[in-house]
Structures are given as C-alpha cells and as structure tokens.
C-alpha cells in the first residue's frame, strides 16, 4: 500500500512527497531530496525578493556605449547621487577600492567602497553586450555596483555573499549577460 501525502491537495506552493507507510531508505531519500529542493527554492525565492528591492528597475542600464571601467564608475555615481544614495566621492572610493584589487569575477564586477558611507544601500546593474575594458586588460559584461550605508553591512554581506557564488557560476553568468531587461536578470 502506498500513501499519497497531500494527493487532493491543490496548493501549488506546497511539495508532496509518496512513500510507503513503511519508512525505507528509499523513502528518507526522496524525503531528502524534497526538503532539499524546496529549501533551494526558498532560498531563491527570498533573494530574488531581496535583490528587487535592493535593485530597483531604475537602477538597470542595457547598453553598449560606455566601455572602460572609469566611464562606467562615473556614469552609475551620477545616477547614484540623483537618487541622493551617495555622495559626491563614491567615484574615487569606487577606484579606491578597485586599486586594491581588482573586483572582477571573469566576465562580471562587483565594485563597492570599502567605507560603507552612502546614505542608503542601493545598487546598480550595467549590462554592456559589447565589453568593457576593466583592470588588468579584463573584459566584464555585468558590472553589479554595490553601495552601502554603515547600517546595512548585514544586508551588503548577504547580497555580496550570494551573488558572488552565483556568479562563480559560468552557466549563471551566461545567463545574466544574455539579460537584455531588469525582469529578465532578476
């Protein structure tokens, strides 16, 4: 005999899972292998949340016209600072932080200040299909910029965590340069 958990269930939101009544190994696998999808699933869930917000579609820019790393700083301060997020030096702390060492992963950057001092933790996404020349004669086509105030470094480790393993990635990282729209990327 075989038990259906959750067979006249109709709520998409909820996995099931069929097992016998006797619990074999078998079953602890399948179980196992539910809870682990539906934890992943959460989990992506919540940080695509997270990223919206962190992201909004303001804050999205698909083009192919600025292509060295300096233009890119320059052009994402500018819209940084209409939003009031940051102040007038987050330019230099952004190549401040780049002299250090470079923030690209492959194909992708994530450049941030290490001063934590904007007036609000926001960040910004340029897509150039084309390239753009980054340091040390890299090329990036996803540069996520990350500005952060001093009251959100739990929010900067958890986005900079996560995006940083997603784009350890090279299938994500396709993907996320192949994203011509905000929805898309998100």
Not at 2 to 16: A, C, H, P
Not at 34 to 46: F, G, P, T, V, W
Not at 73 to 86: C, H, L, Q, S
Not at 158 to 166: M, P
Request: proline share 3%; hydrophobic share 40%.
């Amino acid at each position: 005999m075989v038990i259906t958990v959750g067979k006249n269930f109709n709520n998409l939101e909820v996995s099931t899972v069929t097992i016998s009544p006797f619990l074999l190994k078998q079953n602890i696998s399948k179980l196992t292998i539910a809870i682990n999808n539906k934890k992943s699933e959460l989990k992506k869930k919540s940080f695509k949340e997270l990223l919206s917000d962190f992201v909004p579609l303001k804050n999205f820019c698909y083009v192919d016209s600025i292509q060295d790393r300096k233009g890119v700083f320059r052009y994402i301060t500018k819209e940084f600072k209409k939003a009031g997020i940051v102040t007038e030096c987050f330019e230099q702390e952004l190549e401040q932080r780049e002299s250090m060492s470079s923030t690209a992963f492959g194909r992708v950057a994530l450049p941030h200040s290490i001063k934590m001092d904007a007036r609000e933790s926001s960040g910004y996404i340029y897509i150039n299909p084309k390239g753009i020349k980054w340091s040390g004669g890299t090329t990036v086509y996803l540069v996520i910029a990350l500005a952060i105030s001093a009251e959100d470094k739990g929010i900067f480790r958890k986005v900079f965590d996560t995006l940083s393993s997603i784009i350890t990635n090279p299938i994500n990282i396709s993907k996320l340069i192949e994203s011509k729209t905000y929805e898309e990327l998100i």
